[in-house]
């Protein structure tokens, strides 16, 4: 019986359970690994760069960004996550993750990775990965600033490796992908960034619903762990100023004017008062 991401933590997961998961996955995927045929870096560009392109027309991500992630991550397709879990982007399990789980050493013994189908939808999983807080800034830019891409995943938490905006940017300027970024309108620009910071403000406030939730369930707690009390938000991971304005429906000039803050510099833990 497959582990379920959500129910085991890596922590939790000895190797005689990776191991038995592992093969599991393996059993499924025995066809497609079996008629596996290595790519060059080349063909794997050829056969992904239509699917990079729909996900920057869709989300705003440079195809540029996502084809040289794909060929780093995945080493052109033929890394083991790839071959055996369809996954490209090395994107790792959390407790939203419902899916199959694939282990393997990385960070820590026996990280879980996500698993997926196709390879596609990997591809469909990685913009809906950056899709949170963290990243919103990033959906500001051009769908063709690379660059700022680059920069801004590594700024962004994205990759511990400091090297990381200048492998991306380097893999870009080896194989001219830049030439699949598409430049927009100021009207499409301004509709695209709205739709899809919308997008991530909602599951944002979905998150913290469902979170405030869970701990009003637990009794006696007094909401001690709540990161809403009163008119106190205690500051999360992944958010900002713009996040968290829009949460509770302040402008990011109000919100700093409240709390007496010099910039939009925020940290984790910080207590913010909401409320004018």
């Known amino acids: 019986m497959l582990l379920s991401a959500c129910a085991v933590h890596n922590n939790l997961v000895n190797n005689r359970e990776a191991h038995r998961n592992n093969q599991e996955i393996q059993k499924e995927n025995s066809d497609a690994i079996a008629n596996f045929k290595p790519m060059t870096s080349l063909e794997y560009i050829e056969h992904f760069k239509t699917i990079a392109i729909q996900e920057m027309n869709l989300y705003g991500i440079p195809a540029s960004i996502t084809l040289a992630q794909g060929l ?22 959390n407790s939203q993750w419902q899916g199959k789980s694939y282990y393997k050493d990385d960070d820590n013994h026996n990280d879980c990775f996500r698993v997926y189908d196709k390879a596609e939808d990997s591809y469909r999983d990685h913009s809906e990965f950056l899709k949170r807080p963290r990243y919103a800034n990033l959906f500001k830019l051009d769908k063709n600033d690379y660059n700022g891409w680059a920069n801004g995943l590594k700024a962004d938490g994205y990759a511990t490796n400091p090297n990381y905006p200048q492998l991306l940017i380097n893999i870009i300027k080896k194989y001219n992908l830049d030439q699949y970024d598409k430049s927009e309108t100021i009207d499409q620009k301004e509709k695209r960034e709205d739709r899809v910071l919308t997008q991530i403000e909602d599951s944002a406030v979905t998150a913290l619903k469902d979170s405030v939730a869970a701990l009003s369930d637990k009794p006696n707690d007094g909401y001690s762990n709540n990161t809403v009390t009163g008119k106190i938000y205690i500051v999360l991971q992944g958010d900002t100023l713009y996040s968290i ?26 207590k913010l008062t909401v409320s004018k």
């Open 245 to 270: 304005s829009r949460r509770f429906g302040l402008t990011v000039d109000e919100l700093k004017q409240i709390n007496n803050l010099p910039d939009n510099h925020i940290k984790i833990g910080q």
């Open 72 to 93: 780093f991550e995945s080493g052109s397709g033929n890394g083991e996550l790839a071959r055996v879990a369809n996954n490209h982007f090395g994107i790792k399990c």
